[in-house]
């Protein structure tokens, strides 16, 4: 390969991965060193320098310079008479550089510099993964289905340069996707492992919920309205918590926008889960009432403070309300609240 092609190479490579020239070209001129080495029985001697501006590689052997060589270092060591070939300032005692023909070169030494070359250039894109997702986690980001195992209904993903899972388990219950689509997803975790970057996503965490109402409401992003807590069963309902210093501010108004515009966009992102947005409290009575929406709750009376565990009265027709389809509605709470609800009828008796 001549150095105009094999830098145009260096510069394509660093175009389509995103990865440095210089970073290639120093793993390229280790991966060469660590061949030709082999040839000066292993000793540190060899060195080679890539300049990506100039276009210019050079691999040289160091020798030092000697009246009369030692055969137990004959390797390393020349004669001043030829060194003087090389450079006109050798003299005894010194060291001359002398200049290799990289077209000499051998099989092994190219074999062994691909191989290294990849290994570097795994190791790059592997940082590169690192760098970029870990400035991104717990935050979201838009995706593009590649394409969705018919067996596992695994779906992978192209999130900018880079490619991920997103498991079933982790697809909101009932959404069906297709190639080609674009969807949000949340990034739940970022991990160096040995087979390389584990990106975590999903669409089913409670912080994808969050991160929606973060970027959707105004208030929420400039802090003048605060998400307390959020309890989500994906697919089916959510429930969020939402608190504001400023009276002059209707924190659930805000979430829910002009004409409920806000909260729809949410839940078609959702594709339609349902979604409760509660006032939150520092007073745990009224936290708990609140979150029991849309129940209307008569009294709440807290049983163990330090098991956090609170009995919550409602009307008897709202009873069926309050625990919801499958305690759906009592999960959820208790979830919100991180107490443990037990929801009794007002008048005591269970009847129906």
Known sequence: MKN?????????????KGIPAEFLAEKIANAIVVAKRRDYDGLDI?????????????VYVTKQVVEEIDPEHATEQILLADAL????????????????NTK?????????????????????????VLQE???????????????????????????GKSEA???????????????????????????????????????????????LFEKEVPEIFDGTV???????????????????KDEDVDPIGACIGPKGQRVSTIVEELGGEKIDIVKYSEDITA????????????????????????????????LSLAIGNKGQNARLAAKLTNWKIDIRPESGYYGE
């Open 46 to 58: 060899v060195h080679c320098d890539i300049n990506c501006e100039k276009e210019k590689i050079d």
């Open 226 to 244: 605060e998400i307390k807590a959020v309890s989500r069963e994906a697919g089916a309902r959510t429930k969020i918590a939402v608190y504001s």
């Open 165 to 211: 899972i997103l498991p079933k388990g982790e697809q909101i219950p009932g959404e069906v996707l297709k190639e080609g689509q674009i969807i949000k997803i949340f990034i739940v975790d970022v991990r160096d492992t040995e087979k390389g970057p584990k990106i975590m996503i999903s669409r089913t965490h409670p912080g994808f919920v969050k991160r």
């Open 287 to 318: 936290f708990v009432s609140e979150a029991l929406s849309p129940a209307k709750v008569v009294s709440v009376e807290i049983i163990d403070e330090a098991a956090r565990s609170c009995q919550a009265s409602v009307p008897d027709h709202q």
């Open 133 to 159: 997702f870990s400035s991104k986690n717990s935050e979201i980001e838009s995706a593009t289905v590649t394409s969705v195992d018919p067996e596992t209904g695994n779906a992978t993903l192209q999130i």
């Open 85 to 100: 070939k090389h450079s006109k300032r050798a003299t005894v005692g010194g060291v001359v550089n002398i200049k290799l």
């Open 4 to 16: 105009k092609d094999f830098f145009e190479a260096l510069k394509l490579m660093e175009k389509e």
């Open 104 to 128: 000499d070169f051998g099989r092994i030494v190219a074999q062994t510099a691909k191989h290294v070359i990849r290994q570097g250039i795994r190791e790059a894109e592997h940082g590169m």
